[in-house]
Nanobody
């Protein structure tokens, strides 16, 4: 099972940018799809973006399309989420999750097979 650690969160003004990183340790990072989820206060967790294990396919929630970009570096076991034009509604705790099943994670937003989650990192978008 992968161990995942997020970094890069913080406070930013509307219209600003942040870069989140998810670093994995453990076996076969390159065989796992990686997704970013977020959970805002009082709301359910939602899928934000996902990248397939070889990094060929990416998916995005409609609310972040055109503003967020996901990428991965399998040599360094890292997935990055570039977030631009941030809005107050992007405020949430962001988590990364891993799955060996690309379709299940990147289409169905289901990471239950692996159960690998980071601890979460806060993003606050506020004037």
């Amino acid at each position: 099972q992968l161990q995942l650690v997020e970094s890069g969160g913080g406070l930013v003004q509307p219209g600003g940018s942040l870069r989140l990183s998810c670093v994995g340790s453990g076996p076969n990072f390159h065989n796992h799809a990686i997704a970013w989820f977020r959970q805002a206060p009082g709301k359910e967790r939602e899928g934000v973006s996902c990248i397939s294990s070889p990094g060929i396919t990416t998916t995005y929630a409609d609310s972040v399309k055109g503003r967020f970009t996901i990428s991965r570096d399998n040599l360094n076991n890292t997935v990055t989420l570039e977030m631009n034009d941030l809005k107050p509604e992007d405020t949430a705790v962001y988590y990364c999750a891993a799955s060996r099943l690309d379709y299940r994670l990147c289409v169905r937003w289901d990471a239950t097979d692996e159960g690998s989650w980071g601890q979460g990192i806060q993003v606050i978008v506020s004037p």
